[in-house]
């Protein structure tokens, strides 16, 4: 089998200074007073809901809002879960 004719026309290799190598961006993470807010609203959300099933009947605004007393829990909790979406 015959072999390929080498040229002597070859393209030069560029010397390029460029790094090709990735580079990671620091994105600094979540601040602490968004973590602290996060779980104040997760754990102010549980603990009206535990106050409400324990002593619920004996705290006079908390009988006043009646089934609303799910509504406020879960809804702080829910704000505290949602806010995790932004966590890094």
Known sequence: ????KITKNTIPATTSSANRTPVKINTGGTPVWYKAIMFGF???GLGWLIVNYLAGHQIGFMVELGAWNYGIGFGLFVIGL???MGWR
Request: net charge positive.
């Open 1 to 4: 089998m015959p072999k390929a």
């Open 42 to 44: 997760m754990l102010a």
């Open 82 to 84: 949602l806010m995790t």
